[in-house]
Structures are given as C-alpha cells and as structure tokens.
C-alpha cells in the first residue's frame, strides 16, 4: 500500500468559508494476493481483519452487523512471526466484511478505526462485499475518519480528487495472477490414491443406498401410475415433483465410481505396503545366511 501525507488546510480561515485543500490524489494499492484472500475470509464469514499487501487473519468473528475488538496480543505475535520470515511491513489498515449490504462503516466499525487510528494516523479501512462482487467487479471501499475539529469549525476535511476504480494490470502480470488463482484448489495424482475412513465411507453408502431404495419405489409407483393416465394428464401430473429415475441417477454412478476407486485404493495401498515389507527384510535375511 503507498500513501502520500497529507496535511489539514484551511485552518486559518474564518467558520462556514471553504478554503483550498491541499490534497495529494491519496490512493490505496490493493495487491491481488490480498485481494484474493479478502474475498475468500468474506465468504467464510469471517469479518475481521488485518491488512498489508498481504493479509492474514485474525482470530474474530462477528454476530449480525457487529465485529469484535481487534485482539492486540494476537496481532503483536502475528507481527513477531512476520519479521521472522523476512516480512518487516508495519500494519497500515484493516478490512473487513459487509456481506450483501454494500460498503460503508457502522458505529462498531468508526470505533475499530479510531482505535487503529491512534496506534496508526494514517490507518485505512477497507470494506468489501463478498456476496456483491462478481468476476470483472469487485465492491470495496477505502475509508478514513474526519477530525471531528475540523467540522466544529465547518470547514471542509478533504476533497475528492480521483476514483480510480480498478487499476490497468501492467504488462506481463495477468498470466502470473492466472496461475495463482489455477493453483488456488489444484488436485494433484496423489489425491486419487488418498484413503477415506472406513466408518465414514460406509456410512455414506448406507445412507446414499437407503435414499436410492426409497427413490426406486417411487420410481416403481410413478410407472405404474403412467399406465392410467392420459397425455393431457402427463403433461401437468409431475410439474413441480421430484423426478426419482434422474435422482438415482444421480446417486448412483457417484457411489459406483467412489467404490470403485476405494477398491483400487486399498488395492494399491496393499501393494505398495507388501513391497516395502519385502524391501525391509531382505537384510535380515543376508545375515541369517551369513551366519549359517
């Protein structure tokens, strides 16, 4: 994040006579790394955070439209850890989410930013809508207090000089950024051969068999009932209903392909494990010639 001091004008003009602000076009840099991770924490309903050009999470969560203080112990280990890896940066801001009811701070939220705003007086912060935010458009907003001072004597805090809205991607960068997100839930082979608990797989079976039985014989009814009713009947009979023979289909070429793939799960596993016991005992048996 880069931002340019700037400094209160107008102090020495006279109450209700708006005056020329100095105002240095302050704008907010918000890396796609940590974009990405504000979105994803947004959608998990986590609501509190701090934030650099990188992010991490704090251990908060909020009820409703509130959030909770932010927690300085954990943020001071955070920083402590950081500066083991080689990560120096100081907290310039924090951000948080408004789940589907836009950008904007509460009464919750002003308090937040003026507790950051006294340990930082130049804290940003940053609220973004998850829930809003679609591919192309991401709803954020940047916000910072006004010296309630400076209204007492009405004069003008700042002036709007530019909204940028999203920044031109240099060149070179968007195949980078691809991949990143490509990598974000990437499977790799290993994770075909992983093994799922057995309790937990054969409850899924029993459960997934236990619905398909009840769908076969409403399956079975609904082929009997065909037989008696007449085409205009046809039409309007099932409108609305659950269609049992596209439900079983459903459950069970899943169920099938998972057991299979469990099979050759265990298959492999027994494999691999039968040649590593091999592999261990050929030493031992080399001594037992050796000493006969």
Known sequence: MHLVVQGLGGMGTPPGVD?????????????SLALLKMLRHGRAGLLLFL????VFAIPQSGTGVSAEAV??????KMMDMRRQTGRPETVV???HSHPGFGC???SVNINTQQSFKQLTPRAVAVAI?????V?????TDAFRLMNPQSLMLGQEPRQTTSNLGHLNKPLSRPHLEENMLMNLHKTVWTDGLTMEDFKLLAKKSRERLEKMVGLADSYEKRVKEEND????????RYVGKVDPKKHLEELGKPGIEKNIAGVLDEMVDNEASFAADIDGSKPGHVEAMDED
Do not use: C, H
């Open 229 to 236: 009713l007449t085409k205009d009947d046809m039409k309007t």
């Open 19 to 31: 005056a020329l602000v100095i105002d240095n076009s302050e704008v907010v840099y918000i890396s």
């Open 104 to 106: 904007w701070l509460s």
């Open 129 to 133: 809508d998850p829930i809003q935010s």
């Open 93 to 95: 801001g924090w951000y």
């Open 71 to 76: 927690d300085p112990m954990f943020q001071t």
């Open 135 to 139: 591919k192309g458009k991401v709803v």
């Open 51 to 54: 934030r650099f050009g990188d």
